[in-house]
C-alpha cells in the first residue's frame, strides 16, 4: 500500500512513524513534510498545497492508495470530496462534516442543539446582541473568535472584555468568519479524547491530557502544545469508558440522524470539572500532542484500522490493544514562543537518545532529507530504491524553522518513571534558546 500523509507539525511526524513501521506499507510519502518526516519518509512540494483537485489527481498519477491528512485544514480544503471521484481513499470526512471544527460558532449551536455537555454561554454572530448577553454574565468569561485559528482569552475585567469583543468583530481577521461564542469560564484540567469512527461503529483511542500556558503550573501567556501525557490509572480508565459512553457515541449517532457522512478521527477537546467533562470544542483530526503521546501506546497497526474505517468494517475490529505504560511528550521551543522567537539553530543530540525514547518533529528543516522521485522518473532513471532509503540521522543537518521545535516523547511503568525519562533526554538536545516546561507529568488526571 502507498500512502501520503498530508501535514508539516508534530502531528505529521508520529502518523508517518507509526505507517512506516507498519509490515502493510509499500510506501510513505509526506508533504510538505518537517526535518524529521525526512529521515523515514520522501517528501514533495507542490506549487500549492491548498489546491485539494491538485493533490488529489497528483495521488491518482503517483498510485497513491490512501491519503492521511494529519489536521482538519486538507479535510476543509475538500481533498476527500476532490479524491472520491478519483477512487483515492482518504482517511477524514468529507468537507460538509468539518464545519464542526472550523466555526467555534456552529460547533457551540450544535452542541447545545443536540443536548451535549459544555458550558453555558452562546454564539453570537451580533455585536450589540453579545453585548448585551456579555453584560448580564458573571466574571470570569471565556470569548473564543469563531475560526479556531483566530484569538480566545479568559477576561477577569468586563471592560476588557468588552475590547476584545469589540477587536474579534472589527480586527483584521473580519472576513474570515464574523462571530464570537461567550460562555463561562471552566475552572479544571484540559483533555483531549478522539476515537476511529466509520460513521456507525466507534473504537476509542486514549484520554490525553493537555498544557497549553507557557510556564510551568499551567500559568504565563497562552502557548499551544507545551505537552501532553496519558496515565494508566483506574481514574484515566474510567474517565476514558464514561467519555466514550456518554460523549463520543452519543455525538456519532446524531451525525448518523442528521446523515451526516463521517469517518476517520472523531475528536472533543474537554475541561474536567467537578460536574464532569464539558466540551469546549470538536475536532476531525488528532489535536496537536495528542497523536505523538497516544500512537506510540497503540499496539494495533494503525494501517489495518484506517482500512477498517474506509470499508465501513470497524464492527469488525477488535478493542485495541495498548501497551501498559503511561507516556509523556514534552514540547522543546525555542525562546519567545508562540511570538518572537530565533529560527535556522542547529539542533543537536538527537543521536544521543535513550533507546525506545523518541522525539517528533513539529518546525525543522533537513537539506538532507529523502526526495520524492515522481513515477516517470523512477521508470527512466531506475531510481526506485532511492526513496525508501531513510537518511541518517547522525548526518542530517537539522536546524529549527519555528519555535515549536521537537516533542521528546518517552514512556515508563509509571507516570513518574516516563516524565523523569523524557527530562533527561529533553536535556541531551539543544538549539538556540531551547526551552521547555519541567512539569509536564508531574500530576495525573486527578
Not at 482517511?91 to 457551540?108: L, T, V
Not at 510556564?215 to 496519558?230: K, S
Request: aromatic share 6%.
Amino acid at each position: 500500500m502507498k500512502i501520503l500523509v498530508l501535514g508539516d507539525d508534530g502531528r505529521t511526524h508520529a502518523l508517518v512513524w507509526k505507517l512506516f513501521n507498519s509490515p502493510h506499507v509499500q510506501e510513505v510519502l509526506c508533504a510538505p513534510g518537517n526535518g524529521g518526516t525526512s529521515q523515514i519518509a520522501p517528501g514533495f512540494a507542490l506549487d500549492d498545497l491548498t489546491d485539494a483537485a491538485a493533490i488529489a489527481h497528483w495521488a491518482f498519477r503517483e498510485g497513491v492508495d490512501v491519503i492521511v491528512p494529519a489536521s482538519s485544514t486538507y479535510l476543509e480544503q475538500g481533498i476527500t470530496d476532490e479524491s472520491l471521484g478519483l477512487q483515492v481513499g482518504v482517511f477524514g470526512p468529507p468537507r460538509s462534516a468539518i464545519r464542526m471544527e472550523q466555526s467555534r460558532c456552529y460547533a457551540k449551536e450544535w452542541l447545545l442543539k443536540h443536548n451535549l455537555p459544555t458550558a453555558r454561554g452562546q454564539p453570537f454572530d451580533n455585536v450589540r446582541t453579545a453585548e448585551k448577553y456579555l453584560a448580564a454574565q458573571t466574571l470570569p468569561v471565556v470569548l473564543r473568535a469563531d475560526h479556531p485559528t483566530e484569538p480566545e482569552g479568559v477576561y477577569h475585567d468586563r471592560y476588557q472584555a468588552l475590547k476584545a469583543l469589540h477587536a474579534f468583530f472589527e480586527g483584521p481577521q473580519r472576513g474570515h468568519h464574523d462571530g464570537v461564542v461567550i460562555e463561562s469560564a471552566l475552572p479544571g484540567i484540559s483533555v483531549s479524547f478522539s476515537a476511529l469512527t466509520d460513521g456507525i461503529t466507534t473504537l476509542p483511542l486514549m484520554i490525553t491530557r493537555h498544557y497549553d500556558h507557557l510556564e510551568e503550573g499551567d500559568t504565563g501567556p497562552l502557548a499551544p502544545g507545551m505537552g501532553a501525557h496519558t496515565g494508566i490509572s483506574p481514574y484515566a480508565s474510567r474517565l476514558t469508558e464514561y467519555m466514550q459512553r456518554h460523549l463520543m457515541q452519543p455525538m456519532v449517532a446524531t451525525l448518523a440522524q442528521i446523515n451526516q457522512a463521517y469517518w476517520g478521527v472523531l475528536g472533543i477537546d474537554c475541561m474536567i470539572t467537578q460536574k464532569g467533562p464539558l466540551i469546549t470544542a470538536l475536532r476531525c483530526s488528532f489535536r496537536d500532542m495528542e497523536a505523538q503521546v497516544v500512537l506510540p501506546r497503540l499496539e494495533n497497526d494503525l494501517v489495518l484500522l484506517i482500512q477498517a474505517v474506509l470499508n465501513r468494517r470497524l464492527s469488525e475490529v477488535q478493542p485495541l490493544q495498548w501497551r501498559k505504560e503511561a507516556s509523556v511528550g514534552l514540547a522543546l521551543v525555542a525562546q519567545g514562543y508562540p511570538h518572537h522567537f530565533p529560527v535556522g539553530s542547529r539542533i543537536e543530540g538527537l543521536d544521543r537518545l535513550e533507546e525506545g525514547v523518541l522525539v517528533f518533529h513539529h518546525q525543522t528543516e533537513n537539506p538532507l532529507g529523502l526526495k520524492y522521485v515522481p513515477r516517470a522518473l523512477q521508470a527512466s532513471h531506475g531510481l526506485s530504491d532511492l526513496i525508501r532509503q531513510p537518511a541518517s540521522p547522525r548526518t542530517a543537518h537539522i536546524t529549527t524553522s519555528g519555535g515549536h521545535v521537537l516533542t521528546v516523547v518517552a514512556l515508563g511503568a509509571t507516570l513518574n518513571g516516563a516524565r523523569g525519562r523524557a527530562l533527561i533526554n529533553a536535556e541531551r538536545m539543544t538549539f538556540a534558546g531551547r526551552f521547555f516546561r519541567g512539569d509536564i507529568g508531574s500530576r495525573a488526571f486527578t
